[in-house]
């Protein structure tokens, strides 16, 4: 009955929350970034705030700083003017250097810099594709291209949920996430071809993909995504937490809306650079 009950809250947030997503998105570079930083802000509360249930410091302003600058670092237009430069590999080694550094000015604590370390690699480092995804091959066409992870982590989530929900009797990983299934996993997967399918099909000038190419790059998708939400799992689990946080009315905190999408921009960024 509580479920029921809470049904109203989810779609209209769901709702609200898609409606708002595709605005930033339709906006460009000017409204994913500030986006982004908002983001990344929240989803390091809530991983500070998880983390310190087990007794693990993160190191917050290495942490939001350093993704700040990898955004910048991850920026198009640096790499149109500057290709010979790997920006988000500078980035990365200035923040390994920064954190080394205060860790030997402040008591090395390996745990916190371990963790942070993670954490960076977690949220910005991926998040940072998004701003790649928006320009390929140009800001008209990348708003396409960004697109696809989303398409394909919707319909893996819709697909894994009503299918497991259904059909599901064998437990996927029983130790992180007990309520997921193999056949909820392979639902996932079907649906997630079925949407890239019809998706790409509706716009087949802007996405020029053979059915195998099709089927291999929404088999790799859904798969990410359904890893992204077991990692997210995983670590509530080792947290002892029901939720990342309370952002959203029914649907939890904002890393358990974006858990998927976190592995799926990196590897929609690296599909396209091989099949373009």
Not at 118 to 147: C, H, K, N, Q
Not at 224 to 244: H, I, N, P
Request: charged share 15%.
């Amino acid at each position: 009955m509580e479920g029921r009950d809470d049904l109203p809250t989810r779609v209209l947030s769901a709702l609200v929350g898609v409606l708002l997503l595709l605005w930033v998105l339709w906006g460009g570079l000017a409204l994913i970034l500030p986006t982004l930083v908002f983001v990344l802000w929240l989803g390091s509360l809530e991983l500070r705030d998880m983390l310190a249930k087990r007794g693990i410091r993160l190191n917050l302003p290495f942490l939001v700083g350093g993704g700040v600058l990898l955004f910048l670092f991850s920026l198009p237009q640096l790499y149109w003017h500057f290709p010979q430069v790997p920006w988000r590999e500078v980035a990365l080694g200035l923040f390994l250097l920064g954190s080394f550094s205060y860790e030997l000015l402040r008591g090395a604590d390996l745990t916190r810099f371990a963790f942070t370390l993670m954490a960076f690699l977690y949220l910005p480092w991926s998040l940072g594709y998004v701003l790649l995804l928006r320009e390929i091959p140009d800001s008209t066409l990348g708003l396409w291209t960004l697109s696809l992870p989303l398409v394909a982590s919707f319909a893996t989530d819709i697909g894994a949920y009503f299918v497991g929900r259904t059909l599901g009797r064998q437990k996927l990983a029983p130790e992180i996430s007990p309520g997921k299934t193999v056949e909820g996993s392979l639902g996932g997967i079907a649906v997630s071809f079925l949407a890239l399918a019809l998706y790409t099909g509706l716009v087949r000038e802007v996405f020029p993909f053979g059915l195998l190419e099709l089927w291999l790059f929404s088999l790799l998708l859904s798969l990410a995504a359904q890893l992204g939400d077991l990692v997210e799992s995983m670590l509530k689990r080792y947290c002892g937490v029901k939720d990342s946080g309370h952002f959203l009315p029914g649907h939890g905190g904002l890393l358990d809306r974006i858990d998927s999408l976190l592995f799926t921009f990196p590897l929609t960024y690296f599909l396209v650079v091989l099949f373009t």
